[in-house]
């Protein structure tokens, strides 16, 4: 009525394969679970990447899949702007390589505004 299920070596092997292989991309898995994960940090404080009485270039890592403009970012760009007696503007915001979450804000000093 009932049979013994038996393996022989070939068998044996073959599981142990399947079973490493399962093991293998359960961890590829979730390594790629733990990346998407990284959109839920918050910015990094913004650094100066470069400064003149005319223009600002902050960076900054903002995990988000367009370029997020910080509230910190565009008041740091206004006290900079204020030293000089001009106000703001924003000029561009590009990521800083395809590879990272960096981005780049440039904002212009201008007199526009008075």
Do not use: R, W
Request: with cysteine; glycine share 4%; proline share 3%.
């Amino acid at each position: 009525m009932y049979k013994v299920c038996t393996f022989n070596n070939g068998q044996k092997l073959l599981i142990e394969d399947n079973f490493k292989m399962f093991c293998f991309f359960k961890n590829v898995c979730l390594f790629f679970a733990l990346i998407g994960l990284t959109a839920c940090f918050t910015p990094s404080k913004p650094t100066i990447h470069f400064a003149s009485e005319n223009t600002i270039a902050l960076k900054y890592s903002a995990y988000d899949a367009l370029p997020t403009v910080t509230a910190e970012a565009i008041d740091m760009a206004i006290e900079h702007c204020e030293k000089y007696g001009k106000g703001m503007k924003l000029i561009s915001s590009n990521a800083a390589n395809l590879y990272t979450a960096q981005e780049i804000h440039t904002f212009m000093c201008t007199n526009d505004f008075k």
